[in-house]
């Protein structure tokens, strides 16, 4: 597992990612998961933050590289 500082208020962050074949149009699926304590700020909000900033970005730049 790989340590890492950063500068979201997040501790005990720790993520995955899942992929799993999909044969309709050989396709793949894949999970992006993550647990995390939010420290002084609103937990809903930075939930959602991580969702569309680091997720959806992540997500767009990997169909990005392989389009």
């Known amino acids: 597992m790989k340590s890492f500082e950063g500068t979201l208020p997040v501790r005990d962050y720790v993520a995955g990612v899942r992929l799993h074949r999909v044969t309709d149009r050989n396709r793949t699926f894949a999970e992006w998961w993550a647990d995390f304590e939010v420290v002084g700020v609103d937990r809903d909000a930075m939930v959602a ?19």
């Open 49 to 67: 933050r991580i969702g569309n900033n680091v997720f959806a970005e992540g997500f767009r730049a990997v169909a990005a590289k392989l389009a």
